[in-house]
């Protein structure tokens, strides 16, 4: 199997996020990172769709079925501007 060589500074950030993110190993991480920030490589998605994010889709899609607080464009863009410039703001490593 080929393998990819990283410096120790580097690896040190990767398994750190790694353990933060719950993967089981950097090789892990690694590949998700590669994999999901390319999906037009592989043009498979599948990965995204665990059996948690199926039930929480399920579940907000009954939420707005029975009458439940739904988004505007401007919202869901305002909303995710705001953890963008949070996540940026905490990884600046």
Known sequence: ?????????????????ASEGGFASVDAYITD??????????????HLFTPERITELEAISAE???????????????HFENKRKEWLANHKD
Do not use: C, H, S, W
Not at 5 to 16: H, M, N, S, T
């Open 1 to 17: 199997m080929p393998q990819v060589q990283l410096d120790e500074e580097v690896f040190g950030i990767a398994k750190r996020r």
């Open 64 to 78: 707005i079925r029975a009458g439940g607080k739904t988004y505007t464009v401007d919202e869901v863009r305002e």
């Open 33 to 46: 990172m590669v994999v999901r920030t390319q999906p037009e490589e592989t043009g498979n998605v599948d």
